[in-house]
């Protein structure tokens, strides 16, 4: 594997101190990186989106704090490319989350382990790690 792709809600727990909420193993890994730590494109999308709806309530719009987090240079950010997107058409429809489908074929195409909760995304893959 080449590194990990954080989903969305780990990476809003990792930065916006959730980390009780986080595993011990996954805290260690956040903490002391072996491989490197990915955030995908898709995530932004995702917090931007829930924000302006109203569902993902935070103290200023992620456009204002977004980049900073990714100019310090500690995650990675992961762009959306037309080979992710292509991917989409053949996943099973386990997870009917578009969001959470794009991060399936990113860590698919990049070779990237997963670090979520959510446990419907093993059924896509065996490379979802939260323990």
């Not at 780990?10 to 193993?25: D, Y």
């Not at 931007?48 to 103290?59: C, V």
């Not at 490319?81 to 429809?93: G, I, M, N």
Request: one cysteine or more; aromatic letters at 10%; proline letters at 8%.
């Amino acid at each position: 594997m080449n590194g990990y792709l954080l989903d969305t809600a780990t990476f809003l727990w990792a930065i916006a101190g959730g980390e009780e909420k986080l595993p011990k193993k996954v805290l260690a890994i956040l903490q002391k990186p072996k491989h490197p730590l990915y955030v995908s494109a898709v995530s932004s999308l995702e917090i931007s989106i829930k924000y302006s709806l109203g569902k993902l309530p935070l103290k200023a719009p992620p456009s204002q704090w977004l980049p900073a987090i990714f100019a310090k240079g500690y995650f990675r950010l992961l762009e959306i490319s037309h080979q992710h997107v292509l991917h989409l058409d053949q996943l099973p429809f386990h997870h009917k989350d578009p969001f959470d489908r794009l991060l399936v074929c990113q860590a698919k195409s990049e070779n990237l382990h997963i670090l979520s909760p959510d446990k419907i995304l093993k059924k896509y893959t065996p490379h979802v790690f939260w323990k």
